[in-house]
């Protein structure tokens, strides 16, 4: 093994969904970041490799009282993904985020890569990642200012001797009725997914001996499997083990699990009109849902998640039910998850540092819970959000030289710098004192009493209740439609953010079970604005500063030559097939400085 050295500022071990996200924010941020992450392809249980789709706070589109699908970069990846992989391809999906993260100048990235050790600069403080490339006989000593532990299992926190905890707190440790009488170490288990085909003849399946039957459906009780496409999340193991040390155990018997159920489909009796359906795909990588949890300075719990708690320092939010399953898996008799819908709810920057690593953030399903509330925050929606604003904070910690306690002390700052790049924190809105736009007039060629022009510059992106805090062009006016900020004083301006509408209310994720995907749009968006001009309007003069077709993005950022206005005006031609135009937020900026 040869040994290389990097400098860099921010280290994230972790390519999952939370880590991707994580690097992603931070190099945006304008910081050095190196990405660690130990399997050849990133998105971890999104990935190719897995193949489940990403959930989250929108509850699959359930939730109806506001729009609730996460935004920021998760959405910028699902739109791509939507209109350049129709054919919901797990290997497009790989290659989407493979290219996301490449084309970000600030990352470096190390796939195949494994941490197994740090260095210390304190006992509270990781001065480098060791980790390993067993393909390129490469051993890597990363050192760096700020660490980001998104490994899911907590490998990188672990090693650095972080605290941390396993298993279910007992029920009077934090007050929750879901919690066990006494604290144990069980556990949400892992699963095996597979994917089948119909084909225009009968297929036989001769399933491997080792597999565990189940000769009838009462051998499965609770567990629908009349659609065979996509099958099963329920399909679950090792709740009772180590879900680290004894993985491979569990993948064994996963494997000897969900080959049962397709033989159960296949061979029983009990489904002849599987005789055309086979066997496509088979995951060799369970999915795993839980192992360690990080002590942070703050621990969510049950009634936080329940009440829908608001915290002033809130980055992200969730909202997925708490979703808590018997650690038996497949062979416990009960049902296979217990479900309680939960109203949104923020998730506090003190869930997401150490409390003894001064240096150590960490984000996705080993953030500091309990593992009741850990039963909410654990799906892919909630860790990709976390993992923004988690690299968002480590960024602003190397820019202002503080460690992520003390960022406490700039939490309206990191706010307001979420909210600028996307990303929904409730009860927080625009109060950037750079946007020229909260201070201009607002006029439009057309409205409608529900989505008028000024909503533009009311600070919300997205609808809450029943305030849909967007204009919306008269739909009987047809296009061009038109909307004007109009400044008390002539400017310059060198930056534009436009946030258009790309249908928040509905759940837009890949996912390769049928059912799923009939409720989605698998394109651009309607809603969207497809063709528009950017403006900037002097006097009696206007200069075209964009003019952009077959848009499908939410949120598009614009930077030009700075020039003196009086007005921006923003021309909409077409959306993707909404009659009208539709957009939540203009922003305007005449430096280069940001909140």
């Not at 699902?78 to 970000?104: C, F, G, I, T």
């Not at 009960?334 to 409390?355: F, H, K, M, T």
Request: neutral net charge; aromatic residues 8%.
């Amino acid at each position: 093994m040869k040994t290389k050295r990097l400098q860099t500022d921010v280290v994230v071990v972790g390519g999952g969904m939370a880590g991707v996200c994580a690097a992603i924010a931070a190099a945006r941020c304008g910081v050095q970041v190196v990405l660690v992450h130990d399997r050849p392809v990133l998105g971890g249980n999104s990935s190719s490799e897995v193949r489940m789709h990403i959930c989250g706070a929108d509850c699959s589109g359930n939730r109806k009282d506001t729009d609730s699908r996460e935004t920021g970069i998760l959405e910028e990846l699902r739109l791509e993904d939507a209109v350049h992989n129709p054919q919901r391809s797990a290997s497009m999906w790989d290659l989407l985020l493979y290219d996301k993260v490449r084309s970000e100048a600030n990352i470096t990235l190390l796939l195949n890569t494994y941490c197994h050790g740090v260095r210390m600069l304190a006992p509270d403080r990781i001065a480098s990642v060791l980790a390993s490339c067993p393909l390129t006989e490469t051993e890597y000593v990363i050192s760096a200012k700020v660490f980001i532990d998104c490994s899911g299992d907590g490998r990188l926190g672990a090693e650095a001797g972080a605290q941390f905890r396993t298993g279910r707190e007992g029920r009077q440790e934090y007050g929750e009725s879901l919690a066990p009488a006494r604290p144990d170490e069980k556990r949400l288990g892992s699963t095996i997914l597979f994917i089948t085909r119909k084909h225009d003849h009968p297929i036989p399946f001769v399933p491997p001996q080792w597999i565990v039957r189940f000769p009838s459906c009462q051998h499965l009780p609770h567990r629908s499997h009349n659609s065979w496409e996509y099958g099963y999340w329920w399909v679950e193991y090792g709740g009772e083990m180590d879900t680290i040390t004894d993985g491979d155990r569990i993948r064994d018997q996963l494997l000897a699990f969900a080959l049962g159920v397709w033989d159960h489909i296949k061979n029983s009796g009990s489904h002849p009109q599987s005789a055309n359906w086979a066997l496509e795909w088979v995951g060799f990588l369970p999915g795993k849902r839980e192992s360690r949890r990080f002590i942070g300075e703050y621990v969510l719990n049950q009634r936080d998640v329940q009440q829908g708690e608001v915290f002033e320092d809130g980055v992200a939010y969730g909202g997925w039910p708490i979703d808590l399953h018997p650690p038996e898996g497949i062979l416990s008799k009960e049902p296979p998850a217990q479900q309680i819908d939960v109203p949104l709810y923020n998730i506090p920057l003190r869930c997401l540092y150490s409390r003894n690593m001064r240096n150590l953030f960490f984000a996705g399903r080993n953030i500091s819970a309990t593992h009741v509330a850990f039963g909410s925050t654990r799906v892919m929606g909630t860790c990709s959000v976390v993992g923004q604003a988690v690299g968002t904070a480590a960024a602003l910690c190397v820019q202002e030289r503080v460690t992520p306690a003390e960022l406490k002390q700039h939490i309206l700052l990191l706010q307001q710098i979420l909210l600028k790049a996307d990303a929904y924190i409730i009860g927080v809105t625009n109060s950037d004192a750079y946007d020229l736009a909260r201070s201009a007039e607002v006029a439009a060629s057309s409205d409608i009493p529900e989505g008028r022009a000024t909503d533009i510059l009311n600070g919300r992106r997205r609808g809450v209740g029943t305030a849909t805090n967007r204009w919306i062009s008269d739909p009987t006016r047809g296009f061009p439609q038109w909307v004007e900020l109009r400044f008390s004083r002539a400017v310059r301006l060198r930056e534009v953010h436009l946030v258009f509408d790309t249908g928040l209310h509905r759940p837009l994720t890949l996912t390769h079970s049928d059912s799923y995907h009939s409720r989605m749009i698998r394109g651009a968006q309607p809603e969207t604005v497809r063709d528009y001009d950017l403006q900037l309007v002097h006097g009696r003069d206007a200069l075209t500063i964009a003019s952009v077709r077959n848009n499908y993005q939410r949120f598009c950022r614009h930077r030009f030559p700075a020039h003196t206005v009086s007005a921006l005006r923003l021309v909409v031609y077409a959306t993707n097939g909404d009659p009208s135009a539709r957009v939540f937020e203009i922003r305007a900026y005449e430096t280069e400085q940001s909140v």
